[in-house]
């Protein structure tokens, strides 16, 4: 098996190799306003992302990242540059509102393609910045706003004006991405929501699983023991920002129902946002829910979804759904909202039990479901083989490679002109919030055991 291991590695390398003489070096820079130290999928997304092309010599990869710093950074062949950001509140992301700061940058690195993950005030910025290059424009649909950020929100004032808003959402993504050279979507359903809303280049490209870490293999007994839960238990675990979004409190709601019952469910919280104080005091209360806090290192992540049986994943507007698939991957059954990108990876899989109405009695019946002996180990093994039979993140990087050579052997949808104005990317002294560097954290992914910490409401402060 190892001998097979190593002539596989050997083979990939002489492949990458090979392309990486044969192609011209391409130029790519990535812009996200939903890019943060503390964030999910995406985050997860660009950090894959920056580890496989550091280590390519046919791209010269740029990220910009919205910061709290004026620097720069390397890590192997990628460059990473931090831009003064104003936070948004307490929530831990920032946004690029400085259109002269980014154009400076943009400018200086010269990109071929720039992807753009944000739909606000980013794609706008960067068309004025890349004004005069010649630059194609790639945008990758993370979000499902439209819906997600507009129609839902608004629809709780009044139906009526939340369709309203769904439709100005629309508006916005056709002026913004509409008029990108192509849009990157991660599922199927979101290939037919965006042509049917007048996109022309859409391209299903789904999100990858490091399937060596997120494994059953990294199964724990001793940290399961440390929660009181025995072999035979079935634990629960919502490992995602605890927020009105991701539907935290259906979950809650659902662990009410439990408790009026007499039943006492074993359930592990980990991630930050606004649902903090809630989810602290629920630990502190009841001797089998804990709350582990922001859960930074990837190691200790797969370590998580391994030792626990269901994973709880309840937003309506995933558009991928990156922290279920690792979950799938590491042999854990799903509770899953039967909406948009879930709905479709739910029933392909047969990994879980899909529920249209996301409030407390849906789950606690599936809840139910799953507490039936031997019903969440086979949901789990089912996962677990339809996760390592179709992701990988080198898949998808070599995929979303192809798009950007086509874009840039096309001509551009949107400006172009001859020459790019030179300038010089400031330097700075980096400080906190990302940490020393963002090259520092890729380094720090490694097999680590960090002690799982059980959070209270006396806790002085939670891991962000």
Same mark, same amino acid.
């Given at each position: ?8 590695? @050997? ?45 390519? =010599?046919?791209? *010269? ?10 620097? $720069? ?5 990628? $460059?990473? +540059? ?29 990109? =071929? ?20 290059? *010649? ?74 699983? *490091?399937?060596?870490?997120? $494994? ?15 072999? =035979? ?7 995602? @920002? ?16 439990? +408790? ?15 649902? &903090? ?8 209360? +009841? ?50 909202? =039967? ?7 739910? +029933? ?75 300038? &010089? ?17 890729? *380094? ?11 959070? $209270? ?8």
């Amino acid at each position: 098996m190892t001998s097979n291991r190593l002539h596989h590695a @050997r083979s990939i390398a002489v492949s990458d190799a090979i392309s990486a003489a044969q192609a011209p070096r391409l130029r790519v820079c990535d812009v996200n306003d939903f890019l943060s130290a503390t964030g999910g999928g995406v985050r997860r997304y660009h950090l894959e992302k920056l580890a496989f092309f550091s280590k390519r =010599d046919d791209v *010269d990869y740029h990220l910009i990242v919205p910061s709290d710093r004026d620097a $720069t950074e390397k890590h192997g062949n990628a $460059t990473i +540059h931090h831009v003064p950001a104003p936070q948004l509140g307490t929530s831990g992301y920032r946004m690029l509102t400085n259109p002269t700061r980014l154009r400076r940058t943009l400018r200086a690195i010269r990109p =071929d393609v720039v992807e753009v993950g944000s739909p606000y005030l980013t794609p706008d910025q960067v068309r004025f910045a890349l004004d005069g290059l *010649d630059c194609r424009v790639v945008g990758f649909w993370h979000a499902h706003y439209p819906v997600a950020y507009m129609r839902q929100p608004v629809s709780k004032i009044s139906p009526a004006l939340g369709k309203l808003a769904e439709k100005l959402g629309w508006w916005w993504a056709r002026r913004t991405y509409g008029r990108f050279d192509a849009t990157l979507v991660a599922a199927d359903c979101l290939v037919d929501a965006l042509k049917g809303a007048g996109f022309d280049d859409v391209v299903r490209t789904p999100l990858g699983v *490091d399937l060596e870490l997120f $494994t059953p293999r990294k199964r724990d007994t001793a940290l399961r023991a440390s929660w009181g839960a025995g072999d =035979d238990d079935i634990v629960l675990a919502f490992p995602h @920002r605890l927020c009105r979004e991701k539907h935290l409190g259906a979950l809650l709601e659902a662990i009410d129902r439990l +408790h009026a019952q007499g039943r006492e469910p074993f359930v592990v919280f980990a991630g930050a946002g606004p649902g &903090r104080d809630e989810v602290e005091a629920l630990a502190a209360a +009841h001797a089998r829910i804990h709350y582990l806090g922001y859960i930074e290192q990837r190691a200790e992540m797969a370590r998580l979804l391994a030792s626990v049986d269901v994973v709880a994943s309840l937003s309506k507007t995933e558009t991928f759904g990156l922290s279920t698939v690792e979950a799938m991957a590491s042999g854990a059954a799903i509770i899953g909202a =039967d909406h948009l990108a879930l709905s479709g990876l739910l +029933h392909e899989s047969r990994a879980g039990i899909a529920i249209s109405e996301i409030d407390g009695e849906s789950v606690a019946s599936a809840w139910d479901e799953l507490l039936a002996p031997g019903r969440a180990a086979l949901l789990g093994a089912r996962g677990h083989a339809f996760a390592m039979a179709n992701y990988s993140w080198r898949t998808t990087f070599e995929r979303i490679l192809g798009v950007y050579r086509r874009v840039t052997a096309t001509e551009p949808r949107g400006f172009r002109a001859p020459e790019a104005t030179s300038g &010089r990317v400031p330097r700075a002294t980096p400080r906190t919030t990302w940490g020393p560097s963002i090259g520092a954290l890729l *380094d720090g992914e490694g097999e680590k055991h960090v002690a799982f910490p059980r959070r $209270t409401a006396s806790s002085s402060q939670v891991a962000r």
